[in-house]
């Protein structure tokens, strides 16, 4: 029943595919990932008159470097906002702010976690309370509660005219919350940390980080962010975006291959186009459109 539930709602928008594409010619929003893995997370997200970096967890030297790739200067940039405290999310902000004091929307507790060190001279940090919806520029901004082991984490999801993405990273379990927030976008970044069977048989890693990474509060394996990318294809999902792969538990194949299997099992595989984002490369510049 599930599985003709998603095939008629693939074919409907298989058949409108032709004609929206003629309507709606010109993207809104596109989002770049800058970089992504245990290491460090950075992306772009720009409108015709809005840029936003979310999280700045590469160097300023490296987040620069890439941003002018897509022919951006962090200059241009409206704000940052940052989905938690953790070091892969925040480090190259006290060098990027330095010369260009650009506004930092974070929450109020992740705000007093910085406050002491990546924040502590910044002069503009714009507070608000996990949940908020808030406006830049032409770029409505949805927060939510995310659970993960910081202090305040958020995902968010990002509209700009009819269009919206998610970004859901960092998370140990993908909560109601968290599902009904993204559940009609049409791009989804989402973290697939680990490959499950990998991270068991690692022999460096002592077992109570295992537990940790493992727990409600750790990170999504490659398997939950594939059983939340199956639940969202009758509501409009057309790619999924991967991001945040551990280095040593998980590779792009291992989890390309989890999510595009688990597509497959329901007829899905062509219907969503699948990323895989990485550490070291600027994935290419995806326009947000729902088709
Ligand atoms: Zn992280
Ligand atoms: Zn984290």
Redesign the pocket.
């Known amino acids: 029943m599930r599985f003709l539930r998603i095939f008629a709602a693939i074919s409907k928008r298989i058949f409108f595919a032709a004609t929206a594409k003629l309507i709606f010619n010109s993207p809104v929003f596109h989002i770049t990932i800058l970089g992504s893995g245990s290491a460090g997370n950075c992306a772009v997200i720009e409108s015709s008159g809005c840029r936003l970096l979310v999280d700045g967890g590469l160097s300023a030297k490296q987040i620069t470097t890439r941003l002018a790739s897509v022919g951006i200067e962090p200059a241009m940039l409206d704000g940052i906002l940052l989905t938690?405290e953790?070091t892969?999310?925040v480090s190259g902000l006290r060098v990027l702010c330095k010369k260009t004091p650009i506004p930092v929307y974070c929450t109020r507790l992740t705000a007093e976690m910085l406050r002491k060190e990546e924040l502590a001279l910044h002069p503009d940090v714009r507070q608000f309370q996990a949940g908020a919806e808030f406006t830049i520029g032409d770029i409505g901004v949805r927060s939510f509660s995310v659970p993960?082991d910081?202090v305040d984490?958020v995902g968010f999801t990002f509209h700009c005219g009819s269009e919206s993405l998610g970004f859901l990273t960092?998370l140990g379990k993908c909560t109601n919350l968290a599902r009904e927030r993204v559940r009609r976008v049409s791009t989804l970044v989402i973290e697939t940390n680990h490959d499950e069977k990998t991270l068991q048989a690692d022999t460096r890693r002592p077992w109570s980080l295992k537990q940790r990474i493992m727990s409600i509060h750790g990170h999504l394996s490659n398997a939950a962010a594939a059983t939340e990318l199956v639940g969202l294809l009758e509501h409009g999902l057309n790619r999924a975006i991967l991001c945040h792969l551990s280095r040593d538990c998980n590779s792009p194949e291992l989890a390309l291959g989890e999510v595009r299997a688990r597509l497959d099992t329901v007829g899905a595989r062509e219907a969503v186009e699948v990323y895989c984002a990485t550490q070291k490369e600027v994935s290419p510049r995806f326009a947000i459109r729902s088709s």
């Open positions: 938690h953790h892969d999310h993960h910081a984490p960092d």
